[in-house]
């Protein structure tokens, strides 16, 4: 078959056959383009959240004791109970005060997740410790507190008054800060 220098059909079905690699290669890179456009939406938007509790039940305190007690039975299953309910949820940084009942209730997440407590003194500021968590990017959070304290880290993460002190009875609240971006959202749970 020869082909003539004006031979429409020959100089189009050439062009297409050309065309089609460049048009597949373009749309490749489109495609790419969208994929990283979506993953940078999403980095922006990371969202990660902070757990919240007050140390589990704690053993009555006896004339032999310090004031710094360790947990009750009680508060041992409590710390097994958080344990379980977040050892799925990627917790990334422990935090916790430097007492027996806050070191005891953060560590059977510590010791399964291989992540150390981190302590930090309820005697800080809060404003200075609150500024450390929210450093924290992309991560999840445990922080182990006191009745008097809890409330103070999530009117602070929230920036607004939500909490009062807790009752000096109630260990089982479980407050939830989640950030996605620069927003902040708040749920309270029971554990």
């Known amino acids: 078959m020869m082909f003539l220098p004006g031979d429409c059909s020959l100089n189009l079905q050439n ?3 050309f ?7 373009k749309q490749k890179i489109i495609n790419l383009s969208s994929v990283l456009t979506i993953a940078l ?3 922006s938007c990371s969202r990660n959240a902070i757990y919240i509790v007050r140390h589990a039940e704690k053993a009555t305190a006896n004339a032999n004791m310090s004031s710094d007690v360790p947990l ?3 508060g041992e299953q409590r710390a097994q109970n958080l ?3 977040l050892l799925d949820k990627n917790v990334q940084a422990i935090f916790s005060t430097p007492y027996i009942r806050t070191k005891s209730t953060a560590k059977p997440l510590s010791d399964a997740t291989q992540v150390a407590v981190q302590l930090y003194s309820p ?7 609150i500024a450390r968590v ?6 999840n959070v445990l922080i182990v507190g006191h009745s008097n304290t809890v409330d103070g880290l999530v009117n602070k993460l929230m920036g607004q008054q939500l909490l009062t002190d807790l009752p000096e009875t109630e ?3 479980l407050f939830i800060v989640k950030r996605k971006g620069k927003k902040y959202s708040f749920e309270k749970r029971k554990y």
């Open 15 to 17: 062009t297409v056959l």
């Open 72 to 74: 009750s039975a009680d």
């Open 134 to 139: 929210k450093a924290i990017q992309k991560r």
């Open 123 to 129: 005697k800080d500021t809060t404003d200075l410790f």
């Open 171 to 173: 260990y089982d609240n």
């Open 83 to 85: 344990k379980k309910l």
């Open 19 to 25: 065309l089609k690699p460049c048009f597949m290669f």
């Open 41 to 43: 939406l999403l980095a």
